[in-house]
């Protein structure tokens, strides 16, 4: 029979249900799917390529069979469960940050580094979502003229933290707007979001975050290193690095949460070796895949989360000069984390395999 067995562990969560989407959209051969998710959601059933798989408690006995099994059940799963599969003869692509860092874990946008998939021993890892989505622009620029410097500030969105984040946005801003009841429920339910009653805190409910994210920006992503970096910034300078095979790029991260549902932004400053013209740039990015160029300001055409939200594109606009360093450009970002900064780069991933 033709087509793979396909197991998708973390199948009810935010980016496991993006996976199972972006599956049937771009038509993977998937013969058999596998879906696994924790013993709480056994026994659910969803919907893919017109049926239904019912869900399977993710156990170190679920991969019999399997031949790829893409992971977004978290780091600490990944490092119980993704040994068992590679053992039971599966590849795993793991969207967690479990193996990044790994010597002899390939870490892979397959725009940027496809080869460097050649080189796995069983495990395969997507990068986080920042990361993908900066990778993007930055590597067809940094081909034409050698990237130096990076400096980003990202605005990521709730999503990013998981179905409980989206709704305690939702119901942290009915709440200040004084919306009912029955509105409140009625805006989580057309987002899909399970109404799970969290702490409260000052009349306002928290789980996800320290403090209110409603009308609010947290530059906090992660956990502090005691030089005051948070994880998610340690994540782009050393995901960026061992993507380009190029360490001697320097990059400096601020990472921010935003009351944004879906999709992450950054505004990006670089320096590069070589001159390069922001018409050079829209250029080359207009022939890079998966990039989008939306840059005309005359018309208020520029890079917005709402208009990246379910776009497999990066968007990229306001290219222009930085004056304040040599051979300095800038530019905005938006694209959809959980498809190609999580489900969608995990799938093309599989593609490549």
């Known amino acids: 029979m033709s087509g793979k067995v396909v197991a998708v562990a973390g199948a009810t969560g935010a980016v496991g249900t993006e996976m199972l989407k972006v599956l049937e959209t771009r038509r993977f051969p998937v013969r058999k799917l596998v879906a696994l998710a924790s013993a709480r959601s056994a026994g659910k059933r969803l919907g893919f390529a017109g049926g239904e798989v019912e869900v399977q408690e993710l156990t170190e006995g679920s991969f019999d069979g399997v031949e790829i099994a893409l992971f977004s059940a978290g780091g600490s799963r990944s490092k119980l469960f993704a040994p068992a599969a590679v053992a039971a003869g599966a590849v795993v692509v793991d969207n967690s940050s479990a193996f990044r860092m ?73 709440a200040v707007m004084g919306r009912p009841a029955y509105a409140e429920a009625a805006l989580l339910a057309g987002m899909g979001v399970r109404d799970d009653r969290p702490h409260v805190v000052d009349g306002l409910e928290r789980v996800a975050y320290p403090h209110q994210i409603a009308f609010n920006l947290l530059p906090h ?122 489900a969608l780069n995990a799938v093309q991933i599989a593609e490549l395999l």
């Open 102 to 174: 790994e010597d002899d874990v390939p870490l892979v946008v397959p725009e940027v580094n496809a080869a460097a998939i050649r080189g796995h021993k069983g495990i395969i890892a997507n990068p986080n979502c920042s990361t993908i989505l900066l990778a993007m622009p930055l590597w067809p620029i940094h081909r034409a003229a050698r990237v130096t410097r990076c400096i980003v500030a990202t605005y990521q969105a709730v999503s990013g933290t998981g179905a409980k984040a989206i709704s305690e946005l939702a119901r942290q801003t009915a």
């Open 221 to 342: 992503i992660g956990d502090f290193y005691p030089e005051a970096d948070t994880t998610e910034e340690r994540k782009l300078v050393d995901e960026m690095h061992k993507i380009f095979s190029d360490a001697s790029i320097r990059i400096f991260g601020t990472t921010v949460r935003v009351p944004v549902f879906r999709a992450h932004s950054e505004a990006v400053h670089i320096q590069t070796a070589t001159p390069i013209s922001p018409d050079e740039v829209r250029e080359i990015l207009a022939e890079a895949p998966g990039v989008e160029v939306v840059d005309d300001p005359a018309k208020n055409r520029y890079p917005m989360p709402i208009e990246a939200t379910g776009r497999a594109e990066v968007l990229v606009g306001r290219i222009r000069r930085d004056p304040s360093v040599e051979n300095g450009l800038a530019f905005f970002l938006s694209g959809d984390q959980l498809l190609k900064g999580a």
